[in-house]
Nanobody, 127 residues
Framework: QLQVVESGGGLVQPGGSLRLSCAASGFALNYYTIGWFRQAPGKEREVVSCIRHGDDSTYYADSVKGRFTISRDNAKNTVYLQMNSPEPEEPAVYFC????????????????????WGQGTQVTVSS
């Protein structure tokens, strides 16, 4: 399986910001479409954002458009999710994984069989 590791979560105040990182070992992330997902307590996992392989086209869920930004740094083999002004209703564990653009725009939380979920990184919004 293709393993990824999420980091960068923590406690953030309303109106603050965080940058989450998705790093890979043993393979190049730029060869694949990468998605960010989140799962809040009592809620199902959902697609947040994706970045397409090849041309770096991006997709955002309607709920985060204008506030979150996904990007890729090939030199560091890392995909980022910049979170600006997370809402108090958005505390969740954030995950990254290999996906496909078709799955992403279809809001599918399914990933290819060779993909491996990381343990996620917790984001908590509190004053």
């Amino acid at each position: 399986q293709l393993q990824v590791v999420e980091s960068g979560g923590g406690l953030v105040q309303p109106g603050g910001s965080l940058r989450l990182s998705c790093a890979a070992s043993g393979f190049a992330l730029n060869y694949y479409t990468i998605g960010w997902f989140r799962q809040a307590p009592g809620k199902e996992r959902e697609v947040v954002s994706c970045i397409r392989h090849g041309d770096d086209s991006t997709y955002y869920a309607d709920s985060v458009k204008g506030r979150f930004t996904i990007s890729r740094d090939n030199a560091k083999n890392t995909v980022y999710l910049q979170m600006n002004s997370p809402e108090p209703e958005e505390p969740a564990v954030y995950f990254c994984a290999l996906t496909s653009y078709a799955r992403c725009i279809g809001s599918s939380i399914g990933v290819p069989p060779r993909a491996s979920w990381g343990q996620g990184t917790q984001v908590t919004v509190s004053s």
